[in-house]
């Protein structure tokens, strides 16, 4: 990527109101630049993108009086980075705080089969201490013919779960045509491994104004990863949650290799909160239990694991699903431990 | 993928009209089986997805006079397999043939930037020999701060070069709402690495009936490729041609690491035509010509490269660019290396 | 590996002596087969090497009053399998346990390269409560041209460090022809991760006898890794501890990625002890606490870290090394973590 | 690795003789330099190791009469690097000439596992029109169950091959305490991909002078292969093959990824003369054919293969073996194609 793609960011005064910013856009669009305007935790700014500000213009940029400071990050992403807002995001998902104190504890079914099942799984989720309750009813099948998820049934399930349990709700949108329906009926939306670089629909997601739970595609570096959260962030919605859920590597003894670098590196170079999901990044039931407290240990605000009652009957990735009794104990434990974390990551 | 996942695909008599095959699909469906209507190559098909057929409905679909045979895949693939059609799938783009003796070539810049710099190019690259212009005017990038392409403007523009040279078009479709928009004025569809597992993209290109290009996702395996391509098929759409463009690996020196052991193993696993992209796949100019007939000589049907007049002034990926005299010296080698090649891979 | 690869185990009655056990071996060579004479914690055992044994001869080797029990493996590894020692082994390197409840910090100069460096970082690694003194006397370098150790110099060095600090101390061995050397000062034998696949190497440092410290290939897979401990304890030694240190991956923002999927899995698959390598793994020195922390609460019997009292001065690979305040902070919080784990793994 | 990490190449007049180049060397180590005297293809060079010579030093130098030119290398290897030898090396084993413009190819078992199997696969060979015959009789094996190979008996076997078919040997090397004893047998000694970075093996049989077949470790990148090239130059041996022979991925259906992009990258950076193993490369015997002629086309001097009479017979890899009918034709094909590409690569 070359420099002329990196946005210069104008941070405005904080009092600065919406027709001066527009103002302000305004005259720098006719000056031939490309603008758009963001808020970043209430804060009004423009970004420049493309090409670089031509000194005249920079000039009296700086001799605006709505104009606080001119940003050049000096990495591709710039509303992701620590810089832009040193003291880390709360994301916020009906009474749970994601990048808080507490950890979250995000469980549920891969997939909502039925409503017996969904209903039988959310309560047990609900009974062993989760913060909040995961399902996709829109399912990213390799194979056509393998089931792809209830669709829109199955969102009025979890919907129906989230009454009966009180858990805040996420699910995974695939596409740009779903997201609305998707928006109408979940906390928080999901997008998933394989479309962390579906650009259009990071944009459509963001704009909805819901909080987001952005999983890392099992090939991305973490700098595309930084650089998805910045469609959404740009895209005017800072409330973004980011996801380490293993990646491709040669190894064949688990299905991706969970890469817990990423947590102290992410919360180092971005101020968004970051969980990890050991089922997906181990493959393995006996590995997600260790996983999660490494997950933690290593800085990780929480984790999101997949649970059913019945794991051997599953229809989707029974292999890598806990029961109820054994998310208790991981509930139990990562509390302990991510107490003890906080002055850990500390050092 | 389970067993269950499998689809046993029903072949219809060649003779077998609309109606008789609704027919028995809606007798499967009563059944309680979920059934899709195909045709490959002329012949009409029964895909049974997602659970398997009762014994006693195998028989009397076996004694049903428009059934041929029963086909149980041992791949998780079925209509992408080459026993599905062992001659090969010709893929006709215009007047091009993608698939038969005479190799493709297809060249362009990686990006519509204007209208001067597109018809140069265009006429460069008719002129050096090649047989499909490619450009994109939706590109996918990494930054939201990037020039992100003309959009329908530059579909225009691709339009006014294919009525300057004769030379069918192929360009890149993000997101399923872009998809009849793009459809309008392509002659050919392409599905990018990052969408390679977009399968609702999938679904609604198959259903323009439009030819498309179906390249390799980054850390795609060859079975998840042949998976995508199966989406297509099992969508209705047989003209579909892969591409090789080079997966991620540990090693730096090049963009991406070309993996044409992909092209032998898949021309022996699928009916399907595979071409080669050695500019995204080295990511060097100077590799771009041996990797090129390195391609051919391993079996492929063509390759696609990217060209540019002036290399070193392009907006992006410049630096993989060749320029047209190199185009005319690669086209010039590779019909003379493919001409020796199709006694070659009969080895 | 086809299955004649695999090797039968005759497990030996603990009180056969050595007479016995010989006569045995002796009477199968003569039946044609290639045997090994070991001891795996003390149990004499015949490894009968690369073909099958005929039937009328496991016959007879079940009707023998020497014989307890014929070991099958169904994994190319056995002696290394967790099923063969189901307690699992503690490592012991002088007054040191590794594989029991306290973990091991391991600590040290990546190279060493003077005397005072050595004796200043020993000492202040000893105060920082470390268990053992790394450091390296023969460097395995990628260049000809850069600093290749101290050789003998520095393994004199390492033994007056132990004297001043009472520390046992681990270096790496690179050659079949240094092991005596090595051996002589070493208390801990490392095999690096360029060599864990130099087969005359690992069965050179088995005949030692000494503690061996065996690093993971930065692209070994877990069974290549558990096949190259088998080679050390087919040679008779089972004083063995493995040691995760990261693998080659396509991410750019670390050295390696380390794997801590490893460390449950491995715990599962075999009963040797493993540890940590956080410093090689991530490659930045502020990854080394949390992901030090990370690999405790995974289930790793401790930790292998590089220190330097004046990092940004060292020789080699400063960027990755922390100084002994880091450490001594390190060392506090492993311990309590360490303390909360034993009951975690054990979910 | 560091700046200092780099030599400084002072190349001599050709005409100074032996006692001015050590004098020369003398001095520069009096100096505090540590200094290594080499020749490359004839030339007398000293290569300043480690640290930075001082300017006056320097001075010193250029006003030498015996000094041609100081070369302070830009990327971490010298003597392998194209610019220290543009017009490429050709390396001889006996009557066969490497890097020149006739292909070569080098065929033989795995393994030698005994004299009729050797004799009938090597007269074999031979009349397939092969230039070398391989064989292992050191083998490099992952279980230590797995047959080893033969060891000296395996090497007089292939000195008896050689005597009845006149075909040059090359054969693994596994350990510096093997390198004599090999050396005695072989024309060519192998360096393995699990060796590529066994230093003390590399400068071993760097001494013997023989000709070395340099294998890419399969997770080595092409900086550090041409590092290890570095080694065996830097050791006053000049006569160095590389071979790309297939790295780690994530792609499950072949056994290795052949990276042939490493083919044209290594002639545009080396001297030295690169060929290609299919065998190991794609672990396929259907994939031996293309990815030949694919290697071929890229640039390749040559490929390396492996032949087996009955291959599904064979002790070792019998799943990638070709039988001699089908090495017949490669080499009638590789031929045709190479005078071809003689004139492709120079586009």
């Not at 103002?23 to 006719?30: D, E, G, P, V």
């Not at 950890?103 to 549920?108: D, E, K, L």
């Not at 064949?252 to 101020?271: C, E, G, I, K």
């Not at 029974?318 to 109820?324: A, M």
Request: net charge negative; charged share 25%.
């Amino acid at each position: 990527m070359g420099r002329e793609d990196r946005a210069m960011i104008v941070r405005l005064r904080p009092e600065t109101d919406e027709q001066e910013s527009e103002a302000l856009a305004a005259a720098l669009r006719r000056a031939g630049l490309d603008v758009t305007l963001l808020t970043l935790g209430g804060t009004p700014l423009l970004s420049v993108n493309g090409r670089a500000v031509p000194p005249e213009v920079e000039q009296e940029l700086l001799r605006h009086p709505a104009v606080e400071k001119l940003l050049r990050p000096d990495r591709p992403y710039c509303l992701a980075a620590r810089s832009s807002r040193p003291d880390g995001t709360v994301v916020r998902v009906g009474p749970v705080e994601i990048g808080a104190k507490q950890p979250v504890i995000i469980a549920g079914p891969c997939t909502v089969e039925n409503r017996d099942q969904l209903l039988r799984i959310a309560e047990a989720v609900r009974d062993a201490g989760a913060s909040m309750l995961r399902g996709g009813a829109f399912k990213p099948r390799t194979s056509p013919y393998s089931f792809q998820g209830l669709g829109e049934r199955g969102l009025e399930l979890l919907a129906e779960a989230r009454e009966e349990t009180g858990l805040p709700i996420v699910t995974e949108v695939l596409d740009t045509e779903q997201v609305e329906l998707v928006a109408r009926y979940a906390d928080m939306l999901q997008i998933g491994s394989r479309n962390m670089m579906n650009f259009a629909l990071l944009r459509k997601v963001a704009a909805t104004g819901k909080p987001v739970l952005l999983k890392r595609g099992f090939a991305a570096t973490i700098e595309e990863w930084l650089l998805a959260a910045e469609y959404l962030l740009a895209g005017g919605n800072d409330q973004v949650v980011l996801c380490e859920r293993g990646v491709r590597s040669f190894e064949p003894a688990t299905r991706f290799m969970l890469d817990l670098n990423a947590v102290p590196l992410v919360r180092q170079l971005s101020h968004l909160p970051i969980i990890v999901d050991p089922s997906h990044g181990t493959g393995l039931r006996e590995l997600v239990p260790p996983m999660s407290f490494a997950a933690i240990a290593a800085g990780a605000h929480g984790i999101i694991v997949e649970v059913h009652t019945s794991p051997e009957a599953a229809l989707v990735d029974g292999r890598q699903s806990i029961d109820p009794t054994t998310l208790a104990s991981i509930v139990r434990r990562v509390r302990m431990l991510r107490d003890m974390v906080e002055e850990l990551v500390a050092v």
